[in-house]
């Protein structure tokens, strides 16, 4: 067992055990904060997958932007009653057998498929993913017009959010 | 050395997990919270399959940063429906909400 495997496997049982305490955990607000610790979770895998970039991203927007803007919703949205009754609906034993039978199939697939344990490739020492990501974004013959569809997606979601959350007198409705 | 295998199971987990709250949870930002593991689920597959299959082509992490953009807009936007319907109905259980049931 290697250092990295280790790494690995202390890493995927800290974001695993966190998001299981985000769909479970009775207090809105502590989900909250075990949902940013599963997400730093998620950003020691993009570490460990050469993917710096990304690490840093998940960092500042998933974290620093997301996290915080669903912790303001919480607290904008409080209802105490909520903290204190039931968390779930009636149905849930069978969104858990969806999960676990998902699951299962998933894993079923996994085993069956003959390449799964490939072993890494190594990076040539020459390569340099940044820099292939910054040029593949804004390239014509690659990524351009994905990268300004999602920026228009985000400049439309920024006004509609502003729109929708905006109080309106009573007479509009 | 981490085989691929592993990045794929911890990744199934994670989506399964998700899919739990998103079905089961009653308030409407968990069940935000269990999407969002569940688009983390996804870019954890997306960058593992770049690095171990092609690692000479970005499209691996070119389409995780799209979905990162995605994932932000549909919180800003779902949080801002939910504090909009907040103010209406005093309430955010999703089983609650029936606006648009007939």
């Known amino acids: 067992m290697t250092t990295v495997q280790i790494i690995f496997i202390v890493a995927a049982a800290v974001t695993l055990g966190a998001a299981i305490m985000v769909v479970t955990t009775r207090k809105l607000l502590h989900a909250a904060v075990w949902l940013i610790l599963s997400l730093l979770g998620v950003a020691v895998f ?4 050469n993917a710096g ?3 840093v991203a998940q960092l500042v927007i998933y974290i620093g932007a997301i996290a915080i803007l669903m912790i303001f919703a919480i607290m904008l949205t409080r209802h105490l009653a909520l903290d ?6 009636r149905g849930w034993p069978w969104a858990l057998l969806i999960a676990i039978l998902l699951f299962g199939g998933l894993i079923w697939l996994l085993s069956s498929w003959s390449d799964v344990s490939t072993e890494l490739p190594v990076m040539s020492s020459r390569a340099d993913p940044l820099t292939d990501l910054g040029v593949a974004l804004v390239s014509p013959n690659a990524y351009v017009i994905p990268f300004e569809l999602a920026s228009i997606l985000l400049l439309a979601a920024l006004i509609g959010a502003i729109y929708v959350a905006w109080p ?3 007479k509009e409705g | 050395m981490i ?3 592993w990045f794929l199971v911890f990744a199934a987990a994670l989506f399964c997990i998700g899919l739990y709250g998103v079905l089961a949870r009653k308030n409407a930002i968990a069940i935000l919270m269990g999407i969002e593991l569940m688009l983390n689920a996804v870019n954890v597959n997306l960058v593992a399959f770049w690095r171990y299959r092609a690692p000479e082509m970005i499209a691996g992490q070119a389409w995780a940063v799209m979905v990162f953009a995605v994932a932000a807009a549909e919180v800003a936007v ?10 209406q109905r005093k309430t955010i259980a999703a089983d609650e909400i029936n606006l648009m049931k007939w």
């Open chain 1, 46 to 49: 993009y570490v460990l997958l």
């Open chain 1, 53 to 55: 970039f990304l690490a």
């Open chain 1, 84 to 89: 204190i009754g039931p968390q779930v609906h």
């Open chain 1, 168 to 170: 309106k007198k009573e």
């Open chain 2, 3 to 5: 085989p691929l295998s």
């Open chain 2, 78 to 87: 779902g949080l801002a429906l939910f504090i909009s319907i907040y103010r």
